[in-house]
């Protein structure tokens, strides 16, 4: 029980790092590793005390609670002993780790490298998916008799995706839109250069550039 306070410390300290971790990749991994060491802690301690009490009792109930945790605190709530100190310490390690994997999930980096939230995130400008729901909303208003439009594309600058599989990596990703032409998506690999065409309004052939471009780690752009 004494050390109760001293955990509520470390778990104060956590969520500063956490909150901290927003404008400061350090103090996002400096919460991570707070966080681990409380939880190893609270859990190796929890067991230690759990068994050596109930061992005063039972060894069969003490070395139970030693190997199969759950048992000591079972039977620490049941006799409300002094067991229960070891039991409330393990079940405090819960909270570290659920906050260690809050941590995780805000900062480590996804599929694209970079964390989906928290100071590395992308701006929602930033993902693919804001770009498919423009197409999406556009091709709502789409007619059979909906004029083409030819998209000129420039590969700007060497990211880390490949321009030579642009081309199938472009046609694969627009074939999930009823308003793109079929088969139009050309690359010029030498010039970094290409050409798309779509059904619908001129005003959204950089929603199609960048929706690509996002999704292959390329640098594309409507000329």
Request: aromatic letters at 8%.
């Amino acid at each position: 029980m004494r050390l109760l306070p001293v955990h509520g410390v470390i778990l104060g300290l956590a969520v500063l790092l956490i909150v901290g971790g927003f404008f400061s990749r350090y103090a996002s991994l400096a919460a991570a590793g707070v966080l681990g060491v409380a939880a190893v802690a609270c859990i190796v301690t929890g067991r230690i005390w759990m068994a050596v009490d109930i061992c005063r009792r039972s060894v069969g109930l003490g070395l139970a609670a030693l190997l199969v945790p759950a048992v000591g605190v079972a039977v620490s709530f049941r006799d409300r002993g002094r067991s229960m100190r070891g039991a409330i310490t393990l079940i405090s390690c819960l909270v570290p780790t659920l906050l260690l994997g809050l941590v995780v999930l805000l900062f480590a980096p996804g599929d694209s490298g970079r964390p989906a939230f928290g100071p590395g995130a992308p701006s929602k400008a930033m993902r693919p998916e804001a770009w498919a729901d423009i197409i999406e909303k556009a091709e709502k208003d789409l007619a059979d008799d909906s004029p083409v439009v030819t998209v000129n594309l420039k590969v700007t600058a060497r990211g880390p995706g490949s321009v030579e599989t642009l081309a199938s990596e472009g046609e694969r990703l627009l074939g999930r839109f009823p308003s793109y032409v079929a088969g139009s998506f050309q690359v010029d690999v030498a010039n970094r250069t290409g050409t798309l065409q779509y059904r619908g309004k001129d005003q959204h052939k950089n929603a199609y550039a960048f929706y690509v471009g996002l999704s292959t780690n390329t640098f594309v752009r409507a000329e």
